[in-house]
C-alpha cells in the first residue's frame, strides 16, 4: 500500500516537473499566397534553402493562404495547411516561439489578413507562448531602394537587348496598392527602361502601353513582380490567349520577350525577406 502512494506521489512530481521543464522550441513560418503549378515549385525550394542557410537551428514549416489551392492541391494528394492550421499545428507538435514570414510583395489584403491571425493566435490560451511577423517584401523605403537596386543587378544584361522592360505586378484592392505606382519611382531612378504594370490594380497595362507608344519602343522584356511565375505569369501575362500582354503588345508591332520567372528564384531579392525575418526572429523571447 505504502509502495503503491509513493510511487504514485513520484509519477506526479515526475510530470510536474517535466512540464515546468519543456523547453521552449522556436519554429518558422513561411506563408504565401501558394500556387497550383508544380512549374512554381523550384522558386518555394529556393526559398526554402535560402531561410534554411540563414538560420540553420530552426525548423522551417510552409503555409498557403488561398483555400482554392490548397483544396486543388489536396486532390493531388498533396496537403499544405492555412496559417491557422499551421499554427495550430506547431502548438500541439511542440513549438512554443514561431516567427511568421509573409512572403508577399506588398502589405495587403493578404499580409493583413495573416497580421490577424497572428494577433488572434497571440490571445489563444493554451496556445504557443509567442508569435512574430516579418514584414512583406516591399515596407520601407529601404525595402523599396534595395529591391530596385537588386532588380537593376539581376537584369543589368538583359537591358541593353531591348527598348523596355516591363514588370507584371498583381495589383490590389487594398489602399497599398499605391506601392506598385511608388515602385515604379525607385525602379525609374535605376533605369528609364523600368515599366511597372499591374493585372488588377494600378498601374494598369494601358498605362504602360502609353508610354512604350511615347518611348517608341519596338522591343520589351516582359517578367512577373510577384514571388513566383504561377498562373496570372503564365496565362495572363505570357499565354496565348487573345487578352494576355504578350498577345496584345505583339499586336502593336512590339517584340516580346518573356521570362518565366518569380522574384524568389533571386537570391538578391529573398535577401530582403531573409531580413525581414532575422527581426522577427530576433523578436522572439
Ligand atoms: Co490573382
Known amino acids: 500500500m505504502k509502495k503503491t502512494v509513493i510511487l504514485l506521489l513520484l509519477t506526479v512530481l515526475i510530470s ?27 522558386a518555394f525550394q ?16 510552409w503555409a498557403y493562404t488561398s483555400k482554392i489551392i490548397r483544396n486543388k492541391l489536396r486532390k493531388r494528394g498533396e496537403n499544405i495547411n492555412s496559417p491557422a492550421m499551421a499554427l495550430a499545428q506547431m502548438a500541439e507538435d511542440g513549438f512554443t516561439h514561431v516567427a511568421v514570414q509573409s512572403l508577399h510583395i506588398i502589405p495587403g489584403l493578404e499580409y493583413n489578413a495573416l497580421r490577424q491571425t497572428v ?12 508569435i512574430t511577423l516579418g514584414k512583406p ?13 537588386a532588380i537593376k543587378n539581376i537584369f543589368a544584361d538583359k537591358l541593353p537587348q531591348a527598348d523596355a522592360f516591363v514588370f507584371m505586378g498583381h495589383g490590389s484592392e487594398h489602399a497599398s496598392n499605391i506601392y506598385y505606382a511608388g515602385f515604379q519611382y525607385y525602379l525609374s531612378q535605376q533605369s528609364p527602361k523600368f515599366m511597372m504594370g499591374t493585372v488588377e490594380g ?18 520589351i522584356w516582359l517578367t512577373p513582380f510577384m514571388s513566383v511565375a504561377g498562373d496570372h505569369a503564365r496565362n495572363d501575362m505570357a499565354g496565348d490567349e487573345d487578352d494576355s500582354w504578350k498577345i496584345i503588345l505583339q499586336k502593336k508591332n512590339i517584340e516580346v520577350k518573356p521570362i518565366l520567372k518569380g522574384l524568389a528564384q533571386y537570391n538578391s531579392v529573398v535577401a530582403i525577406w531573409i531580413e525581414h525575418l532575422k527581426i522577427a526572429v530576433d523578436e522572439l523571447q
Open 202 to 219: 494600378f498601374p494598369t497595362l494601358q498605362n504602360v502601353m502609353d508610354k512604350i507608344e511615347k518611348n517608341h519602343v519596338k522591343s
Open 46 to 61: 529556393n526559398i526554402e534553402k535560402e531561410m534554411a542557410k540563414a538560420f540553420p537551428n530552426i525548423p522551417i514549416r
Open 16 to 42: 510536474i516537473s517535466a512540464f515546468a521543464k519543456q523547453p521552449d522550441k522556436k519554429g518558422i513560418l513561411l506563408v504565401t499566397f501558394g500556387s497550383s503549378y508544380p512549374e512554381t515549385r523550384v
Open 119 to 130: 494577433s488572434a493566435f497571440n490571445h489563444m490560451p493554451k496556445a504557443l507562448k509567442q
Open 137 to 149: 517584401l516591399l515596407f520601407s523605403n529601404e525595402d523599396n531602394e534595395k529591391l530596385a537596386h
